[in-house]
């Protein structure tokens, strides 16, 4: 199994700034890759950025403001949130692709969620 930690949540007023991490830990094999959702009250899981083998994407609505970034050594994947707008209100959850130990196939694990409230 592979486990996710995420850390960085919180309260911040609009305009401002938190930097979201999610550290994976388990039996790993190789993790193809690693990326951020987010769900606010009332509204589906949306995906908000994802970076594997080097590349990103983003949805429309963070572009110019969110970057995610990944640290290969450590398994882990950042999300630097600036301009942070009341909408932007959601739990946030990491998950990763990955393959562990003894699977044939790379599957989705996902972390706990962490919030992330920005007042207006």
């Known amino acids: 199994q592979v486990q996710l930690v995420e850390s960085g949540g919180g309260l911040v007023q609009a305009g401002g700034s938190l930097r979201l991490s999610c550290a994976a830990s388990?039996?790993?094999?190789?993790?193809?890759?690693m990326g951020w959702y987010r769900q606010a009250p009332g509204k589906p899981r949306e995906l908000v950025a994802t970076?594997?083998?080097?590349?990103?994407n983003y949805a429309d609505s963070v572009k110019g403001r969110f970057t995610i970034s990944r640290d290969n050594a450590k398994n882990t994947v950042y999300l630097q949130m600036n301009s942070l707008r009341p909408e932007d209100t959601a739990v946030y959850y990491c998950?990763?692709?990955?393959?562990?130990?003894?699977?044939?196939?790379?599957?989705?694990?996902w972390g706990q969620g962490t919030q992330v409230t920005v007042s207006s």
């Open positions: 998950y990763c692709l990955a393959r562990i130990r003894g699977d044939l196939y790379p599957r989705n694990y």
């Open positions: 388990g039996s790993i094999n190789s993790i193809n890759a």
């Open positions: 970076t594997t083998f080097g590349s990103t």
